[in-house]
């Protein structure tokens, strides 16, 4: 089976260091990648798409040289092969009207504002990935470990769904 990745893009690399030890929990099952800018989020996603695994979830900043993280989730959200990843700006200097175009135009699942817990992003990151799977893999239960095993579990057992499914 595909991998699903989660591509997270701050410019700062301490913010992405402490999203990566904050995701780690999620590395064995859910490969995370990292990019310091719009551009090598690009190319991270295009080696992605090209090794044939999936985006199920990108973590951005907005303030970033160059292109602007919500610039960045606009043109995912128009992708066929991003488009369907969840979304979240985590950021502390996105404006009220950045974020509403992020919403609107981004297709944006969730917003965290800097300074974030590693509970509290873990918690979104869990909730956004349990959704992801439950649209587009043929076997949820592998990740049950990891997700919302409760929220697989029902939607199993309403869908009728199987590993053999």
């Not at 985590?90 to 009220?96: P, S």
Request: aromatic share 4%; hydrophobic share 40%; glycine share 6%.
């Amino acid at each position: 089976m595909n991998q699903i990745c989660i591509l997270c893009v701050d410019d700062e690399p301490e913010v992405l260091e402490a999203i990566e030890r904050d995701l780690r929990e999620f590395d064995d099952v859910f490969p995370v990648e990292i990019a310091e800018s719009a551009q090598e989020a690009r190319n991270l996603w295009g080696q992605i798409d090209s090794r044939g695994d999936q985006l199920g979830l990108i973590v951005c900043d907005h303030l970033m040289p160059g292109e602007t993280g919500v610039e960045l989730l606009i043109s995912m959200d128009h992708s066929t092969t991003a488009g369907s990843a969840r979304k979240v700006l985590l950021t502390g200097q996105a404006g009220h009207e950045d974020t509403i175009e992020a919403i609107n135009r981004a297709g944006l699942d969730y917003y965290i504002s800097k300074p974030w817990t590693g509970e509290h992003l873990q918690e979104v990151v869990r909730k956004l990935l349990t959704e992801y799977v439950l649209e587009h893999s043929p076997d949820p239960m592998s990740f049950m470990a990891v997700l919302d095993a409760q929220k697989i579990a029902e939607a199993i057992h309403k869908n009728g769904m199987t590993s053999d499914s």
